[in-house]
T-cell receptor, first 115, second 107 residues
Framework: DAGVIQSPRHEVTEMGQEVTLRCKPI?????LFWYRQTMMRGLELLIY????????DSGMPEDRFSAKMPNASFSTLKIQPSEPRDSAVYFC?????????????FGEGSRLTVL | DAKTTQPPSMDCAEGRAANLPCNHS???????VYWYRQIHSQGPQYIIH???NNETNEMASLIITEDRKSSTLILPHATLRDTAVYYC????????FGTGTSLTVIP
């Protein structure tokens, strides 16, 4: 299996621009998580999905952030408009809850820089 | 999900056992203890988990106290490649990562 695939790996954009981060989970996994990591705040859970349905989005910082999972093999995290404080590494992770509870498989992350 | 407390940093000599502690005094009866590590800027990697009994796999051992209020992750023979941030997580739904323990394995 190719693992969790995230794109882009690096993104540099200017304040006010829309940013879309993409994630392809491991085939067959039923949970998908979006995390954000910064030096100041560490690894923060933003939102997670079960069977494509958002379960808890309480970690989404504000209305500028939105996440979707239109099908079992694809999810997006969108920031509109972006701000410099959104600069971080964004990780996507997936898991198969029933057979491997607690074992999250992470992607390599998308490093976002907002100028 | 219960909160965890870990020391911010630890050193370990190469070849020796690394013992990483974690306090989770508010853990509830059905919550598991999970350990992950993050090497440099990579995504976190699952290591091991347990509920009540001690667990061992090819990477590490997990010792959970009888009252389940604390646990210790043991890397039996630390190598330089084990230098990483180690996270202890309690729960099972949201998987909140704290600040972890930065382990440095010294040659």
């Amino acid at each position: 299996d190719a693992g969790v695939i995230q794109s882009p790996r690096h993104e540099v954009t200017e304040m006010g621009q829309e940013v879309t981060l993409r994630c392809k989970p491991i085939s067959g996994h039923d949970y998908l998580f979006w995390y954000r990591q910064t030096m100041m705040r560490g690894l923060e859970l933003l939102i997670y999905f079960n069977n494509n349905v958002p379960i808890d989005d309480s970690g989404m910082p504000e209305d500028r952030f939105s996440a979707k999972m239109p099908n079992a093999s694809f999810s997006t995290l969108k920031i509109q408009p972006s701000e410099p404080r959104d600069s971080a590494v964004y990780f996507c992770a997936s898991s198969l809850r029933d057979s491997r509870p607690g074992e999250l498989f992470f992607g390599e992350g998308s490093r976002l820089t907002v100028l | 999900d219960a909160k965890t407390t870990q020391p911010p940093s630890m050193d370990c000599a190469e070849g020796r056992a690394a013992n990483l502690p974690c306090n989770h005094s508010t853990i509830s009866g059905n919550e598991y203890v999970y350990w992950y590590r993050q090497i440099h800027s990579q995504g976190p990697q699952y290591i091991i988990h347990g509920l009540k009994n001690n667990e061992t796999n090819e990477m590490a051992s997990l010792i959970i106290t009888e009252d389940r209020k604390s646990s210790t992750l043991i890397l039996p023979h630390a190598t330089l490649r084990d230098t990483a941030v180690y996270y202890c997580i309690v729960g099972g739904n949201q998987f909140y990562f704290g600040t972890g323990t930065s382990l440095t394995v010294i040659p």
